[in-house]
Structures are given as structure tokens and as C-alpha cells.
């Protein structure tokens, strides 16, 4: 688990700019950009969600999703 003291709004902000996300796929990008912060680059964000996947590529990171 994750545990953060941010309230997320600017991780928030920086993935609506671009994708249309709601409700836990927000969340879970967001969270995952808090953590990362300068090296998305070197993680993984793991999703069987398309949108979801689409926008974490996006965003930098890597992707795996079991679906492909």
C-alpha cells in the first residue's frame, strides 16, 4: 500500500490535462505520478484498463497489462 499525506491535486491537474480519466483510474494515476515524482521513466504501472494504459504511457511511465 501507498500511504500519502498529498491531497493529489496537482498529480490530479497534470493527468486531466490531456485524458479523460474518473473516480479510482484518477486516483491510481495520480498516486502513482505523487510517487514517482522525476523517475516514471524507471517504473512500471501495471492495468488491464485501455484508457488507463493509454494515459500512464503518457504520462512517462512504463506499462504492463496482462491483457496484451
Known sequence: WVYHSSPLIEE?????????????????????????????????????DKIQLQAAKGLGFKTISPRS
Not at 19 to 47: I, N, P, V
Open 12 to 48: 490530479s491537474s497534470q493527468c486531466l490535462q490531456k485524458y479523460q480519466l474518473k473516480g479510482a483510474d484518477l486516483h491510481h494515476l495520480a498516486t502513482a505520478c505523487w510517487f514517482a515524482q522525476e523517475s516514471r521513466e524507471q517504473m512500471y504501472f501495471l492495468t488491464c
